[in-house]
């Protein structure tokens, strides 16, 4: 599996493209900002899907442009080659699927003082959710605690934690939803996996 790391943002959000090697589709985790940046990290591979590990607004920015830019890509395949074609589907818990729309609850108002919004979701996940999408394999754990919804992806044998796991740390529980002995619990649970095979974190 191929993984390109961008840290996008004002608050250097850590965005992940992967793949297969040389597969012909991706997958986004977290698209803080900055998608041109994103896209270009794409290169000429379908983006398949956008994970989100939670709501708040410095891991949504860039879905809206980047769902229009694969659209886009999608009616140029229908016109040029007949083909069916599709753009990204957006996958979050469906606990923190209403933050996409609030800007109040995604925290863009509070902290930046400004809308970020971000396009309704295709999938709603929940606990142990297993998918399969640009060809590997994703199981879904849920890990409130910095959001309602907050969730873990174990892509193959790697571990995305959004921001419920930092290097150093564990995400904040003092924005909209946040509650602390949540977050004790998911850290209980997702600790061992950290000591077990390699960690991406949100920040």
Not at 46 to 56: F, M
Not at 72 to 100: F, V
Request: proline share 5%; with cysteine.
């Amino acid at each position: 599996m191929r993984i390109d790391e961008l840290t996008v943002g004002p608050v250097q959000t850590r965005c992940y493209v992967l793949g297969k090697e040389d597969g012909q589709e991706c997958i986004v985790i977290d698209p803080g900002d900055e998608a041109e940046r994103i896209r270009k990290a794409a290169g000429d591979r379908k983006i398949a899907a956008i994970l989100l590990t939670h709501g708040h607004f410095d891991h949504i920015g860039a879905v809206r442009e980047l769902c229009t830019h694969e659209q886009h890509n999608a009616q140029c395949r229908m016109q040029n080659a007949e083909l069916k074609g599709e753009g990204s589907r957006i996958i979050i818990h469906e606990l923190d699927a209403p933050m996409l729309s609030d800007p109040a609850l995604n925290a863009s108002m509070g902290l930046m003082g400004r809308q970020i919004t971000a396009p309704e979701a295709t999938d709603l996940v929940r606990e142990g959710d297993e998918l399969e999408i640009a060809g590997l394999k994703i199981k879904v754990l849920h890990t409130p605690g910095h959001t309602p919804g907050s969730v873990c992806y174990q892509i193959e044998d790697e571990l995305f934690t959004g921001d419920t796991v930092f290097d150093f740390g564990w995400g904040r529980t003092d924005l909209p939803g946040g509650n602390e002995s949540d977050m004790a619990a998911s850290l209980r649970r997702i600790m061992p996996m950290v000591r077990s095979m390699p960690m991406h974190a949100g920040h």
